[in-house]
Every structure is written in structure tokens, then in C-alpha cells.
């Protein structure tokens, strides 16, 4: 072991709950807080053993709501905090997320997707939170959301996303979805002194001078934590920069809800990743993410052979959502296809930011996954 609990650097063979789980150690969480569910449970089975041998602490909760609840209280005790689940899970966290975005307590908050709704199929995969994980709770504000699509992104995108939760005081969402969850690859683990980790901005003013909420250039606040030795107010309801409740101010209630739109929309350049494949020349694109990406790369390759002139554009970073690089991607192709184990969320943003760009999609539900023939058929449609 490089440090006590953790996996050596070096290559591993192992599936994607796991590299997920590894990968939050390598980020520095010592906290997490969760309730067993399908598909995503190995990520708390494997934290369950590993944070006591790191100084850290697991909790299984009673119940999603209090896993979310916990994370809250951990974030803001200090901790680099995480919780994971699956869809049903998702959707009891909502309150809370909505609770950590008012109070800006950075975490991480894994959704390993399955098939819904409700119950739905709990050992298949899906792609049916991803409108959830913007809109899921009440209220305007930002988010971050990431899409892995292999087991190696599975480490690596955890490590991002405490990165930008802590950088932005957001939480940030890890959307994976069963197979990526559950597939076996080899992954490398880069040494620790290679790990870029971001700790959140301290105050730079005196306890008696800190305001919680007063943003810096970034609109984002530097963060005490308790046991600190600054004092002040934490609370869901709309607040000034002191933290107090300004419930019946107009002003408060636009300014404060503005800024946490505003900084993660002001810095969504800094914030979106995308893979861009053969889209120099392109006249059809493909728009995927997920495990659904890895066929979409397969039927590029195979329309690059049978003359078609096709390319990938794969958001990694599925909310904010990558609006410029689609955009310029509908400009210069003929047509889109947008392949989603849905039955059509993100393609809705493709046709927002396409405009008048032809956009056709391509939904499967159940147990299997798109074919790289499938979409592969899809856009030789698209070139007539």
C-alpha cells in the first residue's frame, strides 16, 4: 500500500465502484455517509473497510435523506465528504442537495444510474437521472455533473469532482451508470505527489471581520468550518452575506440565488471537459455519454470506413452543459445523432443549442446497451 488503506500506484485490475471509491481516497475524503442500493453498494462496501484504516469515518445511515443530511454536517466539520446511491436513492437526496446548494457545503455525490422509474430494474443500467441531476430540486441553481465512461474515468473523474466542489462550494455529481459501475478494466493509479487536489479557499480576514457568505472575484466565498473559531450562521433560507434569513427581501432573494447560478455559469469555461474524435472534417456528429459514448466511438470508426464522414463529441461534463461545443459542432455538420439510454433528456439540449441543425435520437431502454451497428445505422439515415 502507498498510504495505509489505499491502493498502490501503479495498474489494477478492478471495476468501476471500486476505482470510484479508490478514487475519493486519492481526493482526500475521510467522510461518507450511505444507505446500501443497487448498483452502486460496492462503493460503500469497499469505504466501509478502508476509512477506518485511514482515520476516517463511515456511517451507514438509516436512509438516503440522512446520508445526504450527514454529508452536509461532515462538509462543514471540515471533511472532504461523499455519499453514493442509485436512482430511488437520488431522488429522496433531492431536499438536501438543495440544502447543500444553499449553504454552499462542498461534497460529492455519486449516482451510479439504473433503470426506472420508481423501483424499475435495479441491477441494469440507464441513463434516466440525467434531468434530474439539474432540476431535481426546487429552485434555480447551478450544478456540476460529470459522465465517466470507462473505469479508469471512474478514479479519475472522482478525484475531479471533489476538485470542483471544493474550488466552486458546490456539490458535484458523479453520473455513472450500471455497466460503467460494474465492468472490470485496467485502470492506473498515478502516484500521490501526481494527483492534483484542491483544497476549498480559507478566510483571509479576522473572525470578528468574516462574512460566510461575502464572494470573492470567482463570486465564490471562502469557507470557515466549525471548530474554527469563526462564528456565524448556516442556514436553507434565503440569507445576506452574515448568513441571517432575509425571507421577505426581493434584493436578497435576487442577488444571492443570481450568484449561485452565476458562479458556476461564469465559470463554466473552467468547469466543462468534452472529448472531441474526428470532428475536423465531420458532417455527422454524434453526441453521447456514458458507456452509450464507447459504441458511439466504435460506429464513428466504422462510418470513417465506409466512407462517412462522422465524428464524436462525448460531454464529460454533462451539466453545465457543453452549449459552445455543441454549437460550433452544429455548424459544420450536415446532422446529429444523439444515442441515450433514455427515453430523450440530453438530446433536448442538443436540439436547444443545434438550432436549425438536424437532430435525430436514437433512445433504448433495458438491459442492453446501444450497438455500435445500431448507431451505426442511425447515421447513414442521417446522411440522407
Known amino acids: 500500500m502507498s498510504q495505509k488503506g489505499a491502493l498502490n500506484a501503479g495498474s489494477h485490475f478492478i ?16 467522510f461518507f455517509a450511505g444507505y446500501p442500493i443497487t448498483p452502486a453498494t460496492e462503493i460503500a462496501e469497499h469505504l466501509s473497510q478502508k476509512m477506518p484504516e485511514l482515520g476516517g469515518i463511515y456511517i451507514q445511515m438509516e436512509d438516503e ?59 441494469l443500467p440507464g441513463q434516466q437521472d440525467v434531468m434530474q441531476a439539474k432540476w431535481g430540486s426546487h429552485g434555480d441553481y447551478g450544478i456540476i455533473a460529470l459522465s465517466p465512461s ?40 498515478p502516484s500521490p505527489n501526481k494527483i492534483k487536489i484542491v483544497n476549498r479557499k480559507k478566510p483571509s480576514v ?8 461575502m464572494p470573492d472575484d470567482n463570486l465564490v466565498p471562502p469557507m470557515a468550518c466549525f471548530g474554527e473559531g469563526y462564528h456565524f450562521h448556516a442556514t436553507g433560507l434565503t440569507h445576506d452575506e452574515r448568513g441571517f434569513p432575509q425571507t421577505s ?42 458507456i452509450v459514448a464507447r459504441a458511439a466511438l466504435s460506429a464513428v470508426r466504422k ?50 443549442t443545434a438550432r436549425n441543425t438536424p437532430v435525430t435520437f436514437l433512445g433504448k431502454l433495458g438491459e442492453d446497451p446501444h450497438t455500435p451497428l445500431e448507431i451505426l445505422q442511425a447515421i447513414r439515415r442521417s446522411t440522407t
Open 303 to 352: 462510418a470513417r470506413e465506409k466512407g462517412i464522414k462522422a465524428g464524436l463529441l462525448r460531454p464529460i461534463t454533462l451539466w453545465p452543459f457543453p452549449e459552445k461545443q455543441v454549437a460550433d459542432m452544429a455548424q459544420q455538420v450536415k446532422a446529429i445523432v444523439v444515442p441515450e439510454m433514455n427515453c430523450g433528456q440530453m438530446v433536448r439540449e442538443v436540439e436547444r
Open 150 to 189: 470507462s473505469v479508469q474515468e471512474m478514479f479519475d473523474l472522482t478525484i475531479e469532482a471533489f476538485n470542483l466542489s471544493e474550488t466552486y462550494r458546490v456539490p458535484t455529481l458523479l453520473m455513472g451508470d450500471e455497466i460503467v459501475g460494474h465492468m472490470w478494466e485496467k485502470i492506473v493509479i
Open 15 to 30: 471495476n468501476g465502484d471500486i476505482a470510484c471509491a479508490e478514487g475519493a481516497i486519492a481526493a482526500g475524503c475521510r
Open 65 to 123: 435523506m440522512a446520508s445526504m443530511a450527514a454529508v452536509i454536517g461532515a462538509s462543514y466539520s471540515g471533511f472532504k465528504a461523499m455519499t453514493a446511491t442509485s436512482g430511488p436513492g437520488f431522488s429522496l437526496m433531492q431536499e438536501n442537495i438543495g440544502l447543500a446548494v444553499m449553504t454552499e457545503a462542498p461534497c460529492v455525490l455519486v449516482d451510479i444510474m439504473r433503470g426506472g422509474p420508481s423501483t424499475g430494474q435495479p441491477t
Open 249 to 290: 427581501s426581493s434584493e436578497a432573494q435576487s442577488k444571492l440565488v443570481n450568484r449561485l447560478c452565476d458562479k458556476i455559469g461564469k465559470n463554466s469555461d473552467k468547469i466543462i471537459k468534452v472529448e472531441e474524435v474526428l470532428l475536423e472534417d465531420a458532417e455527422i456528429g454524434v453526441v453521447a455519454y456514458g
Open 206 to 213: 479576522s473572525p470578528d471581520k468574516y462574512e460566510p457568505f
